[in-house]
């Protein structure tokens, strides 16, 4: 049985002027998810936001916060559901006559009763978290695009809010940089437990994050669920929405996109049923360690690199790789049996031990600026896939037989 | 119930007619809103945590303003020193010069023309600054972190030009009597002692109270058109963004100077 939604949207329709925009809109948002808003632009994406945080009413329906309405809340009753929320704009909307440390402060300054040596212990903490130390005394319009976002999303986060409301977080930012807030959304999200309402078209890593994906189609919800039921269900808009947001390469790793991956593959197999000679490859590193020893940035350059060595070692062989979580490359071997596929993967778990590991540590010393200790291991299962086989089984056999390949070991001074 | 909609035939009178029903009706509303709106930003002057704020913005409207406020004095003061000289001379009553100067000061040209060059120095500001938040969705970030924006924005503004208006019209009012002494005695010879003799006789303190009335009068206008057009600059209908802003400051600076005379005119016919 389903438990009751954090937030609901009840035939939730609005209107400016002859504009339809939400037009008898429901959803359902659950409590410690991450639930993605999905939809071309001008869906109403940023209008059903506003909704939630009231800077918006809806011309008809209700917004249902713990099954009370919202419309229907005392004052005080309202206050501290507002309280609970907080919401990074589109367009960061900060004060531009402010500096970012003066920013960061401002809700607590305006809405607590805290001293000034807690606001900036906090302040100075958030700052800190999102690398924004060496800006601390400019002002917006002195910063870039990503360090702006960053600072939207320091004040977003200052409050310690229940529920993140983000509008297009990633808009603007490198690959890297987009995976970054990712992670970070992913990580406080985890460490201070609140939900976390996104907008982003940051495909597939956003979905890599979010629990459940809500997808805006010309003013309605054309789906609401996983991102696993979306992909289940089969059905040719969402497919086709998904592939043009997409596209065919997977922005940080230069890896085919998981739509296009998914068409490889049936394209494959639509006419070749033969049962010996196609097997896989699951590779994958452990972000959540790296992301603690090296940090978030390193950690996924680390990733970059993977999936560059892994492109560049199989594509010579027709080979052909995606990412399918967040730490998980899979690689499929059109024309090689299993044995021949260990063979393979023997010279490249080689080859990435000798080269492409040992660059990490130069990465991670360039990043941080000191000589960094620390242990990678990759591993990889090896299967073999057979003609009726979907991506998600595939996966789950590889995995079981996954172990590990490659290793970089800070005592032994390097790859052992 | 399908709506009935009667024929209308459009000429010069019914054109006429609708543009003033229009307009009228317009009007109104923005009156009502802006009683409201002046009434919430009032409220507000009185919660927490406004002093610091206040106290800025009696920086930014007061003090900033006050050289320009009495550079116009200074020379107003002159003027009106030179032009009553040769008026008065006719009718061979210089010795009036002081009164005057002081008169016309203090009751007319003092709170007026503060308040016109507050409206162009810092009304203008401040509807700036405010349509600026407002379509950089600023007022919105203010709004979702709880915190009021008629209170953080508007309040400190209303509250700041009630204190410097009365402030800035007695420095204008001193340093235009200096300025009619420069010119009066110092150019043109009217014995010293007389000048400020008349002065001190002729000004009572009901004419300073009704300066200071009307310094108040224009604070609130004011402060009140100048924050209202920068608050809903995202409301007009002739312009969006940076362009509704720029319409708003206009709007803004030309309704204060209007509204101010005809405020003029109806505190003066009051307290006469």
């Known amino acids: ?416 | 119930m399908a709506e009935i909609r009667l024929p209308v035939h459009k000429n010069i009178l019914t054109l006429v007619f609708s543009y003033t029903g229009r307009e009228a009706l317009r009007l109104v509303g923005d009156l009502g809103a802006m009683v409201i709106f002046f009434a919430l930003a009032f409220f507000n002057i009185f919660r927490k945590k406004q002093f610091i704020e206040i106290v800025k913005q009696i920086y930014y409207i007061g003090a900033t303003s006050s050289l320009i406020v009495m550079l116009v004095g200074l020379f107003t003061g002159m003027v009106m020193g030179l032009q009553l000289f040769y008026t008065l001379v006719k009718f061979g009553s210089v010795g009036a010069l002081g009164s005057a100067v002081s008169l016309s000061l203090v009751r007319e040209l003092g709170p007026v023309l503060t308040a016109i060059m507050i409206t162009a120095r810092a009304g203008s500001g401040m509807t700036a600054e405010i349509g600026i938040m407002r379509i950089s969705e600023q007022i919105d970030a203010l709004s979702s972190m709880r915190i009021d924006p008629v209170r953080y924005l508007i309040s400190p503004r209303v509250a700041a030009s009630i204190i410097s208006f009365p402030l800035l019209t007695s420095f204008f009012d001193l340093v235009g009597i200096l300025g009619g002494y420069f010119t009066g005695v110092l150019l043109l010879g009217t014995n010293a002692g007389t000048y400020f003799y008349r002065v001190q006789s002729s000004i009572n303190m009901v004419d300073v109270r009704g300066g200071f009335i009307k310094s108040l009068v224009f604070a609130v206008i004011v402060s009140c058109i100048c924050c209202f057009q920068g608050y809903f600059c995202h409301m007009r209908t002739d312009g969006y963004g940076a362009k509704a802003v720029g319409l708003a400051t206009i709007s803004a600076v030309v309704i204060s100077c209007v509204m101010i005379l005809i405020a003029d005119y109806v505190v003066t016919s009051f307290i006469m």
């Open chain 1, 1 to 416: 049985m389903e438990s009751v939604p954090l937030i609901e949207f009840r035939n939730v329709s609005k209107q400016f002027n002859d504009k339809i925009v939400l037009n008898k809109v429901n959803a359902r948002i659950y409590e410690n998810q991450i639930t993605t808003i999905i939809g071309k632009s001008g869906t109403g994406k940023s209008v059903f936001l506003k909704h939630i945080i009231g800077l918006l009413k809806a011309d008809e329906g209700d917004i249902l916060f713990h099954g009370k309405s919202v419309n229907k809340m005392d004052k005080a009753e309202r206050r501290a559901y507002m309280s609970d929320i907080s919401y990074l704009f589109q367009n960061n909307a900060l004060l531009d006559s402010m500096t970012v440390f003066d920013n960061v402060a401002f809700p607590l300054r305006q809405t607590t009763n805290l001293n000034k040596k807690e606001i900036e212990k906090r302040v100075l903490q958030r700052i800190e978290d999102l690398e924004l130390t060496e800006a601390i005394k400019k002002y917006p319009s002195e910063l870039s695009g990503g360090m702006q976002k960053r600072v939207a999303l320091a004040r977003a986060l200052v409050t310690d809010p229940k529920i993140v409301l983000f509008d297009e977080p990633t808009t603007g930012q490198d690959p890297i940089r987009k995976n970054m807030i990712l992670s970070m959304i992913t990580h406080y999200r985890k460490k201070f437990g609140f939900t976390a309402i996104m907008i982003s078209h940051d495909i597939p890593d956003v979905f890599f994050i979010s629990d459940r994906i809500i997808i805006l189609w010309e003013g309605a919800v054309g789906f609401e669920g996983t991102y696993e039921e979306a992909v289940k269900l089969k059905l040719p808009i969402i497919g086709e929405f998904l592939r043009s947001l997409e596209g065919f390469q997977d922005e940080l790793t230069g890896l085919l996109s998981r739509e296009a991956f998914r068409m490889h593959y049936a394209g494959m197999l639509g006419g070749a049923a033969t049962t010996t000679s196609v097997s896989a490859a699951l590779f994958s590193v452990r972000m959540n360690l790296l992301d603690d020893v090296l940090g978030p940035q390193t950690a996924l350059e680390t990733l970059k690199l993977l999936g560059k060595f892994t492109n560049r070692q199989f594509n010579s062989v027709g080979g052909f790789s995606a990412r399918h979580s967040r730490d998980q490359i899979l690689t499929i071997f059109p024309h090689t049996t299993p044995d021949e596929a260990r063979e393979l993967v023997a010279g490249f778990a080689l080859k990435l031990q000798q080269g492409a590991l040992a660059g990490i540590e130069s990465i991670a010393g360039r990043k941080t600026g000191k000589v960094v200790c620390f242990d990678i291991y990759i591993h990889a299962g090896i299967t073999g896939i057979f003609p009726a086989d979907e991506i998600e089984e595939i996966i789950a056999k590889a995995e079981a037989k996954q172990e590990i390949i490659a290793t970089y070991r800070c005592d032994s001074g390097g790859s052992k």
